[in-house]
């Protein structure tokens, strides 16, 4: 009885003991795994650990901006700083500052010539001192600096650079007012494309009552990556390196022959040299002789003559129109990217007025110029036209039918086997660029716009990165690849927890 009882005190002990010896192991278990999240949650954090499985890649960087950028990698002659201005633990704990902080990390990691910094403006407002701005707003705690530091002059007293607020990392829906998409990574890669390279010149002329201050047109052009200036032609004569010379909406005429300084000459001048025009005219804006000669010399004319359709609008007055997308001849080219979607976004002419080609071809001199449209009304013959300040309608408008509300004429020669290229381009519309229309992605406008900048300026410009839509921030991979993920992080925990399992099951087996 004693050896029995004995045996059982032992046995009742073992069980204590290897059940005491199973909590333990289990408790350490949950301990090392809540460790191992900590220490890889860290880690993560500090070395960009991140997948970005959403389709418009919202949190990383695509490869369109290591392709223009790639060619850096290993300079000695600059470096870039993406300057925040408060301490990175200040940063995390904002959720618009830590993605703008998250993706400037990423283009640290990515790029050896890229470097995040950090400073207290509060305490140090002469920290930024140094840094040349183009713009005239004080910064904040949330700004943030894009800085060109020039490796072969370490001791500049001034440096280049330009200066963000939060909110223009961001795009707001211009109905509703709230955050619509991010715009991190095209902001980043624009403004080191602009601080970095050779950038392309485009001219907004004045003097002529030209809309030009304020305009989104312009900001267009300078987050294109092209150094955007005021020109008036009857003091300035363009710079070589221009590349683009946009004409919006002017109330009067240019100067000509007949007048001391010719402006007209010298936009001839600067298209003969490949240069690119854009023209924006709307049916508030009257007929101007000079200007209108030159635009008819590349075979285009603007209708004095207002376009509606009642069918093809946003506005019941029947003047917000539905442009039609061209799919033949040069023009057709401009839009090509958009024509290949399954749904094709609108694309707005406001307040238009129709553009005539006045011929298809003709041989000038050595070039070839050739006209096309590029947005045109509804195939269907839905609008119709109404003359300016009443009267009959100009030659060469029907009162109803398919107008052109956007041309393009393109002159291209050869120099040593070589083709060269100058453009015209003429829209019937001064809103073309509203805010309304390139504020948001429901409208093609902004694409439209990008499309012409790059055949215009033949160069390397960020034009392909599109914000990144936060509606679409879901995760869209295959229904296989969803499988996948699925048996991962359910079969490996699993599979962790069987195993400790039946280590801790046979040793208390067989110990």
């Known amino acids: 009885m004693n050896n029995n009882l004995y045996a059982k005190k032992i046995q009742k002990h073992r069980r204590l003991k290897y059940g005491a010896f199973a909590v333990g192991l289990t408790a350490a278990g949950i301990a090392l795994v809540v460790i191992i999240n900590a220490v890889f949650s860290a880690l993560a954090g500090k070395f960009l650990w991140y997948i970005d499985m959403t389709k418009e890649q919202v949190y990383g960087i695509t490869q369109q901006s290591v392709d223009l950028l790639d060619d850096y990698q290993g300079t000695k002659e600059f470096s870039i700083s993406i300057v925040f201005c408060q301490y990175e ?191 924006f005219s709307d049916a508030e804006c009257g007929p101007l002789p000079e200007l209108d000669e030159l635009l008819s010399e590349w075979g285009i004319a603007f209708g004095q003559a207002k376009v509606i359709d009642y069918d093809n609008s946003l506005s019941v007055d029947g003047t917000e129109l539905i442009a039609d997308y061209a799919s033949e001849g040069a023009g057709s080219q401009l839009t090509s990217a958009l024509r290949e979607l399954e749904s094709l976004p609108k694309t707005i002419v406001k307040n238009a007025k129709p553009v005539s080609l006045l011929y298809e071809d003709r041989t000038v001199g050595s070039s070839v110029r050739t006209t096309a449209a590029v947005l045109t009304t509804s195939p269907d013959k839905t609008a119709h036209a109404t003359a300016l300040g009443g009267g009959s309608l100009p030659e060469g408008i029907s009162e109803s039918g398919v107008y052109n509300l956007m041309a393009v004429s393109v002159d291209y020669r050869y120099i040593s086997n070589e083709p060269h290229y100058s453009y015209v381009l003429a829209a019937g519309t001064a809103s073309f ?60 925990p699993t599979a962790v927890v069987l195993i400790i399992g039946a280590v801790v099951y046979t040793r208390r087996r067989y110990l």
């Open 89 to 279: 633990d200040q940063l995390v704990s904002d959720y618009t500052l830590n993605l703008v902080h998250n993706i400037a990390k990423q283009y640290e990691e990515k790029f050896d010539f890229v470097q995040v910094e950090y400073v207290d403006i509060i305490n140090h407002p002469e920290a930024v001192n140094a840094y040349l701005t183009t713009t005239v707003s004080n910064p904040k705690t949330t700004s943030v600096y894009i800085v060109k530091n020039d490796l072969t002059n370490p001791n500049e007293e001034k440096k280049q650079s330009k200066i963000f607020s939060i909110e223009s990392f961001y795009t707001f829906d211009s109905d509703s007012g709230s955050v619509y998409a991010f715009n991190g990574e095209y902001r980043i890669t624009a403004a080191i494309l602009q601080l970095v390279g050779d950038n392309p010149i485009a001219y907004f002329v004045t003097g002529h009552g030209e809309t030009v201050d304020g305009t989104v047109m312009w900001s267009l052009f300078e987050d294109a990556g092209y150094d955007v200036r005021k020109i008036d032609l009857s003091k300035e004569d363009p710079d070589d390196a221009a590349k683009v010379m946009v004409i919006n909406c002017p109330k009067f005429d240019y100067l000509g022959a007949d007048d001391e300084v010719n402006e007209i000459k010298k936009i001839d001048n600067f298209l003969s040299s490949f240069g690119g025009l854009m023209v």
């Open 433 to 492: 660029a509203d805010d309304k229309y390139i504020g948001g992605r429901q409208y093609g406008n902004r694409d439209v716009i990008f499309s012409i900048m790059k055949n215009f300026s033949r160069k390397t410009v960020p034009l392909d990165l599109n914000f990144k839509v936060f509606e679409d921030e879901s995760l869209t991979i295959s229904r296989a690849e969803a499988n996948r993920w699925t048996v991962i992080c359910t079969a490996l």
